[in-house]
């Protein structure tokens, strides 16, 4: 690892990680976890009498369900490792009450661009890419759709649209465009509990919309890892026998469950906070010559940020402020479709409370100011 | 929950686990794994500066890779959910390289039976079942194969046999039978790390046997789940890409990661122990008239015991054992080939350390006198 003076030969890239566990304040996410700590406090979160899951079974486990269930006004949910499983499962049981081969998916969809192409290896389904990858897709987008269609996924919200939202009209038109098809309707919800304050209305309620509904817990929520497919009862059921196929049927997944629940508890009503916070840190960003954001204004916790200058130095001057300041203010830089201009995802969680509006501001003027923009 | 006195309606055996918690000693396992305790002493087995993984990235997961690698004399090994992913990961990348759909093992195997043909309906491999599954299989039985296969499984011990493993020459003639046809030689050694006593062989003497080998961490190991393939370095590299597939790379292992590795350096040189403590185990127990044991004498830490008499009575008296003396014999009693015989796995590990050898026979004897067949 390289130190703050021995960066001869690292790149502003490596140098940047290389100051990241120094820092003691963070613009993005909920701070640092240690698994030492995390482990502790999880230890702390639980009773002394509960007794483990076995291969999914037991009150540990089925209490949690019953509870996301409950969230989401649906009959069932099961407790999945990953939502890489949790989709896969779902289409495929969507694709086999059909008999059709087919799911529509945007095209920044997880399924397309983060699992090895799972679905088609692992389950024999296609893809339908529908809409343009750099807009949310529309009711005309899918109308013009000429294949029979197994299930319609939507993503809310788009993440790799900075976190876009569809209107409220928009989406209830779109899922009931699929549903008067026949084509069942399944939600990524990676950052639901993230959406739920743009539309204003309950989980149940922007659930209903849905046949199948995956949510996650280690995003927005916090917790290890693991996530949740949630639906009838019947598909639910079905979806426990494909757990078992993938290999996520466990022994015991109670340290997922019992951080899950632990870091639900702790942060779901913290979510308005998240989304009134990213809206202030966007106009703190805004207002610096040479960044932007996108959607402006959030319509959740989270937005991309467009830096426009010089790469290195950029990222020169956040691994100086990382240094300094001991403050991090992302952890590196992507390409965009403009040249010259960089990006990285922000998503406000509870670090952010140890910056105000005021230093983000600041930090990013220092940051433009170094790169030239300013 | 029934107690004690309250049995009118419940089954002998829903009685019997009901009283399981209140037992202080256990014949078989480690013991309870209660999940506030088992977290707290991760946190203290857990570096203070360890960072988590990401990804299936990370000085953490890597390098506990590298050690089971070590151990098993392989290239590379990767760190798994379950033995249930590794196996069909394992059989799907020999099947992609030999261009042959089939793999032949036992019909007791875990891939048969325990997980909902996933490898059919996930992965379109043939299972061909070779031998009898009330016996070890034989070189005789693999040479009468009329099949091209991808790849030969074999399980050490097989579990479903109580634990028996083949002499080592037989061994060493099943896996040279199959690379001298050209087929690849998986080992399902869930149980690997309690075989080797009964070889007097190093781990990675036994692994050389083979192509791919499963090794798992909640069974002898003690540790909360998890798994490892381990192999030749383009194999394992490839087995990585089927983990995201499969919904295995967690953004997090490392609850898993570190008790895996917190368990197997405590236990890992205990096994010798367990299966001196099995021979000893099944000499007490095979003087009881009405009770036997297979195999006979053990070969590992296991055994399946057979009890002659009335089911309904044998648990209710292990129920009486278990209220009056706080002691766990056994959590149920199977059928068996033998109309009055019932069996139930035995695993050796370090809770039948609380219990002399004179007292397992002692509860014995009680049971089978209370059963009549003393």
Request: proline content about 6%; aromatic content about 8%.
């Amino acid at each position: 690892m390289s130190t703050a003076t021995d960066t001869a030969a690292a790149t502003p890239v490596a140098e940047l990680h290389a100051l990241l566990p120094t820092c003691e304040r963070f613009l993005s996410g909920h701070g640092p976890q240690r698994p030492k700590d995390v482990l502790a406090a999880l230890a702390d979160d639980t009773g002394a009498d509960e007794q483990p899951d076995m291969y999914g079974e037991g009150e540990l486990i089925e209490s949690f369900e019953r509870e996301i269930a409950g969230l989401l006004g649906k009959d069932d949910a099961v407790f999945m490792v990953s939502g890489t499983m949790a989709q896969q499962i779902a289409l495929r049981i969507w694709s086999e009450r059909s008999g059709r081969p087919t799911f529509a998916c945007h095209p920044t969809c997880h399924l397309e661009g983060s699992e090895q192409k799972a679905y088609q290896a692992l389950h024999g389904l296609r893809a339908h890419l529908v809409g343009n990858p750099r807009a949310l897709l529309t009711l005309d987008d899918l109308r013009a759709v000429r294949e029979p269609l197994a299930a319609l996924l939507l993503e809310l919200p788009q993440r790799h649209l900075g976190g876009q939202l569809p209107e409220w009209d928009e989406l209830v038109a779109q899922t009931a465009w699929a549903r008067g098809q026949g084509i069942a309707v399944h939600m990524d919800g990676a950052r639901l509990w993230e959406s739920a304050p743009y539309y204003g209305r309950s989980y149940a309620e922007v659930a209903a919309l849905f046949d199948t509904v995956y949510v996650s817990f280690y995003k927005g929520i916090g917790a290890i890892a693991g996530a949740a497919l949630a639906g009838p009862r019947d598909v639910i059921a079905e979806a426990r026998v494909w757990k078992v196929r993938h290999g996520g049927n466990l022994i015991h997944l109670y340290p997922y469950v019992l951080s899950a629940r632990a870091n639900l508890r702790r942060r779901l009503t913290r979510f308005p906070h998240y989304h009134a916070r990213a809206l202030a840190v966007a106009r703190a960003l805004s207002a610096v010559p040479g960044v932007a954001v996108k959607p402006d204004p959030p319509q959740t916790h989270m937005m991309h940020v467009y830096l426009r200058g010089d790469r290195d130095r950029l990222l020169a001057e956040a691994a100086a402020i990382a240094r300094e300041d001991r403050v991090a203010l992302f952890r590196g830089l992507g390409p965009t479709d403009l040249p010259g201009v960089w990006s990285f995802e922000l998503a406000i969680g509870d670090a952010a409370d140890a910056l105000t509006d005021a230093e983000i501001e600041s930090h990013f003027r220092r940051l433009m100011s170094a790169a030239g923009s300013i």
